[in-house]
């Protein structure tokens, strides 16, 4: 009779040992998460996409979900937006309100995915203090330091206008923004229209002129943006990344002193006092962007086209808007 009460538990034991194999096989035939990389290309200007890449921040909210990130430095937002267009990147740091305009003339299928409110004291002309050049007028004939697609491409064009000149009446030198500092610093040519932290940077550096800023002319916004394809297709990375940038704008404007300790290095050195003042003069204020808000857009297209500059006329609005 013993052995009855023995015998029925052998069985079990093997049944439960069975499923205990089964269990550990099945869970060793599941693959690993994959990984996926997100290229992100950037220029210097691009300061809140610097920031989050100085800091980390962005790797470590993306590497939650199995997300890397491949980082892509260009001079400036022309040849960012035509990287972004071939596929060689899969999201635009903030560039110029000019650039996707220029995209689009070059059929580009771009989204939008956020914006930064206007800061129109963040580019402006300049010529040098001892400069016979006293108003817009008198920059008829001359030759002007300018990044070609750069916000401040529009400016220069805007600030002509009100003058009553066009932008034929100036001779252009389409030139990067380390090109066109060294032009301007060695009397190559009369004026140079730039944007921070290249403004504030020469400012303080050079004996300088201010002509005019953007205010009442050009309002600067800056968009970031991405394939239309890449959109549709990773809608989680672009939630990510908008609401690191949103978090990061917030922090720059509270820790102004801190963000430009942070900077100045990758700035070229810049002092502290320099990028502070820089930052200062950008809003920093990451939003959605809304369509019927592209009304500048729309202006700035048109101004192009009307200059000549562009080789066929550009619906601001035929674009993706990506909604957070």
């Not at 016979?132 to 007028?137: A, E, F, K, T």
Request: with cysteine.
């Amino acid at each position: 009779m013993p052995n009855a009460y023995k015998n029925p538990v052998k069985p079990r034991r093997h049944s439960l040992l069975a499923g205990l194999a089964i269990a550990l096989a099945c869970t060793l035939a599941i693959p690993a998460q994959a990984r996926e990389t997100v290229r992100i290309g950037y220029q210097k200007s691009s300061t809140l996409i610097t920031l989050l890449k100085a800091q980390g921040t962005l790797e470590q909210a993306l590497g939650k979900d199995n997300i890397d990130i491949s980082w892509h430095e260009f001079p400036s937002g022309l040849p960012l937006l035509e990287a972004l267009n071939i596929g060689n990147v899969d999201i635009s740091a903030d560039v110029a309100d000019t650039v996707p305009i220029f995209a689009q003339a070059a059929q580009a299928k771009l989204t939008y995915f956020a914006e930064e409110s206007p800061s129109p004291s963040a580019q402006a002309i300049v010529v040098a203090k001892e400069s016979p050049i006293q108003q817009l007028s008198d920059l008829k004939g001359k030759k002007i330091a300018v990044t070609k697609a750069a916000g401040t491409h529009y400016l220069l064009i805007a600030a002509l206008n009100k003058a009553g000149l066009t932008f034929a009446d100036i001779q252009p030198a389409y030139l990067t923004p380390a090109d066109g500092r060294a032009a301007f610093e060695n009397g190559k040519v009369d004026a140079w229209v730039t944007w921070e932290p290249f403004l504030t940077s020469v400012q303080r550096q050079l004996p300088t002129r201010t002509l005019t800023d953007g205010a009442g002319l050009a309002s600067y916004k800056r968009y970031y943006l991405t394939s239309t394809a890449y959109a549709s297709a990773h809608p989680q990375v672009l939630k990510l990344v908008y609401q690191q940038l949103q978090q990061a704008g917030s922090w720059i404007k509270k820790n102004p002193r801190d963000a430009a300790a942070v900077l100045g290095p990758l700035w070229g050195n810049l002092d502290v006092e320099t990028v502070e003042s820089a930052n200062a003069h950008r809003s920093y204020q990451v939003e959605a962007v809304k369509a019927d808000q592209l009304g500048e857009q729309q202006k700035i297209a048109d101004a192009f086209f009307a200059a000549g500059l562009l080789p066929k006329a550009v619906d601001a609005k035929d674009v993706g808007i990506w909604k957070p």
